[in-house]
């Protein structure tokens, strides 16, 4: 054993003496590595004979180098790691501020599709408030009657009392009318004039006290003998007043006919008609 001993320790003297000194002269071209180059012994790079610390020594580097290089793996690992995640988290405030986004556009489009809808209301509203404001003061004649006095007595007959009670009788539970009388006599100047109010106003204290016509409702002028155009033939000379009388029209005005033809009062009036 201590023969390769020797052999190895006394190599190194005799390669280095066997060396040219050409060779000895020129200047070392080899690189520093890291890691330290085991000298060659005499068993070639491995010696069977090394100790553990030998082996250790020769290891560590390399050891240390890995070690590195695991440290250095695993800090690009949380590096990468932490980007992605900040990638995940931009992408997902961008995804939430996108839908935000879209959720405000989706309230704005609802709110403008409800104030068009809300301004087409009113639209209508207005419309039809314009026409219940021009329907206030047009009146029709729905009907006229003729209440003759005898001798110019303001007292009623049978038949003009029969005659009031059936204009009444259509004007239970019915708005939007108004009774228009035109009273004559044929008595001239403030005569005729007193008498005809006379019979105008029996005519009216019949409907008021016998059928609750309220008296808001009725309008009578007093003509005397003052002769009137017809309605149907207005070219046609008026007529010289002859007898007493009251012309009794029934006026309805056009906002409650078209309340009364409308369908929503067809069941209630149906319903009142039954027992």
Request: cysteine-free; charged content about 20%; glycine content about 6%.
């Given at each position: 054993?201590?023969?390769?001993?020797?052999?190895?320790?006394?190599?190194?003297?005799?390669?280095?003496?066997?060396?040219?000194?050409?060779?000895?002269?020129?200047?070392?071209?080899?690189?520093?590595?890291?890691?330290?180059?085991?000298?060659?012994?005499?068993?070639?790079?491995?010696?069977?004979?090394?100790?553990?610390?030998?082996?250790?020594?020769?290891?560590?580097?390399?050891?240390?180098?890995?070690?590195?290089?695991?440290?250095?793996?695993?800090?690009?690992?949380?590096?990468?790691?932490d980007v992605d995640a900040r990638a995940q988290a931009g992408i997902q405030k961008a995804q939430a501020t996108g839908d935000q986004a879209n959720q405000t556009a989706n309230a704005a489009n609802q709110q403008a599709l409800n104030a068009s809808n809300t301004a087409q209301q009113t639209s209508g509203h207005v419309d039809q408030l314009n026409s219940t404001v021009n329907g206030l003061d047009q009146y029709k004649q729905v009907t006229d009657l003729e209440i003759k006095f005898h001798g110019g007595s303001p007292v009623l007959s049978a038949d003009a009392r029969a005659e009031l009670d059936q204009i009444a009788a259509?004007?239970?539970?019915?708005?939007?009318?108004?009774?228009?009388?035109?009273?004559?006599?044929?008595?001239?100047?403030?005569?005729?004039?007193?008498?005809?109010?006379?019979?105008?106003e029996s005519v009216e204290r019949y409907l008021v006290s016998e059928h609750q016509i309220p008296v808001y409702r009725m309008h009578f002028v007093a003509l005397g003998n003052v002769q009137t155009a017809s309605t149907d033939n207005p070219d046609q000379k008026p007529e010289r007043v002859r007898t007493s009388s009251v012309h009794v029209m029934l006026m309805e005005n056009s906002l409650a006919a078209r309340a009364e033809a409308s369908p929503q009062n067809a069941p209630a009036a149906a319903g009142s008609e039954q027992p």
């Open positions: 054993m201590a023969i390769p001993v020797w052999a190895q320790t006394q190599s190194p003297a005799t390669d280095s003496q066997s060396m040219p000194a050409s060779a000895a002269q020129q200047p070392s071209t080899t690189v520093d590595h890291p890691l330290s180059q085991p000298k060659e012994g005499f068993w070639g790079r491995v010696n069977p004979f090394a100790s553990k610390k030998w082996v250790r020594r020769q290891t560590d580097p390399i050891n240390d180098r890995l070690t590195e290089l695991d440290d250095v793996n695993a800090r690009n690992a949380r590096d990468i790691k259509n004007l239970t539970g019915r708005d939007g009318y108004i009774l228009e009388m035109e009273a004559h006599s044929p008595g001239a100047g403030s005569v005729g004039i007193s008498n005809s109010q006379r019979l105008a």
